[in-house]
Nanobody, 114 residues
């Protein structure tokens, strides 16, 4: 049963970069065809899709965040990563990694504050 776990700093200063890693267990991120997503939920708001990397390494980004986002894979570690640059307090959210829509990590809180 695939498991996903987010990791990264919980506090980031404005103008810096959020760097998160999703470690996937019990399933290879290169197996079959899946989208491996990053999704966030700001406090009091709905879910927002940030972007994804698919099983062959193609990346896809939300148009509203594309200029600040980079998603990549570390296949040797069965991980995929998120970098969101030039952050502001509006980037404060719980960040989730998912496989498609069916498998989610538990989420990690990231707060942007000085």
């Amino acid at each position: 049963q695939v498991q996903l776990q987010e990791s990264g700093p919980g506090l980031v200063k404005p103008s810096q970069t959020i760097s998160l890693t999703c470690t996937v267990s019990d399933y290879s991120i290169t197996t079959n065809y899946h989208h491996w997503n990053w999704i966030r939920q700001p406090p009091g708001k709905g879910l927002e899709w940030i972007g994804s990397v698919d099983s062959i390494g193609m990346t896809y980004y939300s148009s509203s965040l594309k200029s600040r986002t980079a998603i990549s894979r570390v296949t040797s570690k069965n991980q995929f990563t998120l970098q969101l640059s030039s952050v502001t307090p509006e980037d404060t959210a719980v960040y989730y990694c998912t496989r498609g829509s069916g498998r989610w990590g538990q989420g990690t809180q990231v707060t942007v504050s000085s």
